[in-house]
């Protein structure tokens, strides 16, 4: 029986601390009963973390930025990593509360002294250990889903002690979202490699070349609209690579090309001249935003977006089929993967699902590239 345990343990990536003797499995692999005598519990809290969760209504998880957790996009958190926790948080029907600290051995520490639920980490096991924490794949062992989008498969969940039951809730939701696809979902939105790595190269020297010259236009703008300036730039550059004197065979032109109705709608009187463009662009996205205000951050910028690139109305279309499917129809995921399973036949959805998921990739290439650096507070 051991041998079966140690086999479906190491499937799951999973490390027992010394002082719990194995996990039982059920055999779809949801869910994970502690075997334990007594004395192994005596060491621990007497409050287990799960307890601290459930009863101050928040779950606290801590993390270092990268491609495959989290970003900061300035009015939000996004990132495969930090969607994942948004879910499971969701399925506690606790809130959230996600933290960006400065490198791993922070996040893991603040873990083994009970200040965070749990690590979402890319840090190496041994390091873990180190910290005498236990962890298991974030993925339920869903390796493929992340490798195939160019992210890091090896993101762990710490927790102090594999017996506390927040690592019995959190496996089984990472093994029911690897079950019901929406691991790979959402690593198929976060994507590393929509964009060519070739392409990067011409990517960054444009932006070094162009960027300075609109720089100050998107901060205003941004600042006008309690928006991220680098969210403006990065669909400025998906819009028109920054040309100011760019047109589509449609006739949307400018900078941020702007239709002639949407443009005379947001007070624009000259597509062609970048400042306007800019300012009218901001304007049409921040007012998007608020049609979708219903609906959270991140997801509500990601709806945003797509109204911009395809019009509300057509968002309104896809809502509609999504919640006739049985699905929510005001959360991100579900939109984004029916834009995906029908993009073959319909060529606006594909278009739709590269637009902000390009922007997405932007936003991050400008974040980490062309940001002042910041402070990370733990």
């Not at 600042?223 to 690579?241: F, P, R």
């Not at 001249?273 to 662009?281: H, N, V």
């Amino acid at each position: 029986m051991h041998s079966n345990i140690s086999k479906m343990a190491r499937h799951l990536r999973l490390k027992l601390k010394p002082s719990s003797l194995a996990f039982r499995l059920s055999v779809t692999g949801l869910a994970m009963l502690p075997v334990l005598p007594l004395h192994a519990i005596s060491a621990k809290k007497e409050i287990s973390q799960y307890s601290e969760v459930i009863n101050n209504n928040k779950l606290t998880v801590v993390s270092v930025k990268s491609p495959n957790t989290v970003f900061d996009n300035g009015q939000s958190l996004h990132g495969f990593g930090y969607d994942l926790m948004r879910k499971y948080a969701k399925s506690l029907n606790v809130e959230l509360d996600f933290k960006i600290v400065k490198d791993n051995a922070i996040a893991l520490q603040l873990v083994a002294d009970g200040k965070a639920s749990m690590a979402l980490t890319n840090a190496p096991l041994e390091a873990i250990e180190e910290k005498n924490l236990s962890f298991f794949s974030a993925t339920c062992g869903n390796m493929n889903a992340l490798e195939q989008n160019g992210l890091d498969s090896t993101i762990s969940l710490a927790v102090s002690n594999a017996t506390d039951p927040i690592a019995q809730t959190a496996t089984g939701f990472t093994c029911k979202a690897k079950e019901d696809g929406s691991i790979d979902q959402l690593a198929s939105f976060y994507n590393h490699n929509i964009v060519e790595p070739e392409a990067w190269d011409l990517i960054e020297r444009n932006l070094k070349l162009r960027m300075p010259i609109y720089q100050a236009s998107f901060q205003r703008e941004a600042e006008k609209y309690d928006l991220d300036w680098h969210v403006l730039a990065a669909m400025g550059y998906q819009e028109s690579y920054l040309k100011p004197n760019s047109i589509s065979p449609t006739g949307v032109r400018g900078l941020m090309m702007l239709t002639n109705n949407t443009a005379k709608a947001m007070g624009v009187t000259n597509r062609n001249d970048p400042s306007q463009s800019i300012e009218g662009g901001a304007k049409y996205f921040d007012s998007l935003l608020s049609q979708y205000d219903g609906i959270a951050l991140p997801d509500r910028a990601w709806y945003a977006l797509v109204a911009y690139n395809m019009g509300p109305n057509a968002l309104s279309t896809i809502q509609r089929k999504v919640q006739a499917q049985g699905n929510n129809p005001n959360e991100w995921i579900n939109v984004y993967s029916y834009l995906k399973s029908n993009q073959s036949a319909n060529s606006k959805y594909k278009q739709a699902v590269q637009y902000v998921t390009r922007i997405r990739a932007y936003l991050e290439h400008i974040q980490i590239n062309h940001a002042e650096p910041e402070e990370i507070e733990v």
